[in-house]
């Protein structure tokens, strides 16, 4: 098993760069733009199965987790691709609370302008995906011989151990941690110490 990170200060700075939110409006040539800095940053991201978390580090220098997701397990796709995917689709998060004056409900009435015709089913997405705020780093971790069956069981331990504020569904463990589960949480927190001098000069701007 390895793991990474990655480091959004790319994101945040194109979005500093665009605080109208034109870049919400993914089809649009700065969006595009926008897709293009996601996908470089995700390059070193491997198309394996595993688990990641979204989080930031605090003032303090505590981490926070954020979300926690897997990828590559069943019908999902690889970390690369999920992890990059969501970075677009989800690219509202960036926004939020880096522009002084522009609140959550303005980047929805951003969101509702750029898709009149679809907000009925975005707006959902959109407000999702703000939860995910302040986001500054993402760690994953490859996993090699957890079975399918095994996934949701660790899942659950990860969740409850990591305490993520995103995750609206959280599944209860079941009794004992998994052993596996060890594993990959050794494997995520030896990134987070090692990264926690990595803190973006963006950081006294988000939330």
Not at 29 to 44: H, V
Not at 58 to 63: I, V
């Amino acid at each position: 098993m390895k793991s990474g990170k990655i480091i959004l200060t790319p994101l945040y700075e194109h979005a500093l760069a665009d605080p109208e939110g034109h870049s919400l409006r993914g089809a649009s040539s700065i969006g595009r733009d926008y897709g293009r800095k996601a996908t470089e940053l995700t390059k070193s991201i491997p198309v394996m199965h595993g688990f990641y978390l979204w989080g930031k580090y605090e003032k303090n220098g505590l981490w926070r987790t954020i979300y926690l997701g897997k990828a590559g397990y069943g019908k999902t796709t690889s970390l690369q691709a999920r992890i990059r995917e969501e970075l677009k689709d989800e690219r509202v998060f960036v926004w939020a609370g880096l522009h002084p004056g522009l609140s959550d409900e303005d980047l929805l009435r951003i969101g509702e302008k750029h898709y009149p015709s679809m907000w009925h089913k975005y707006r959902s997405h959109f407000t999702r995906a703000l939860q995910k705020a302040g986001t500054t780093h993402i760690i994953w971790a490859v996993t090699k011989g957890i079975r399918n069956d095994e996934v949701t069981k660790i899942e659950a331990d990860l969740i409850e151990t990591m305490n993520p504020v995103a995750n609206v569904q959280r599944p209860a463990p079941v009794s004992g941690l998994q052993e596996k589960t060890i594993e990959i949480i050794k494997l995520l927190k030896h990134q987070i110490h090692g990264s926690r001098g990595s803190r973006t000069s963006l950081q006294g701007r988000l939330r």
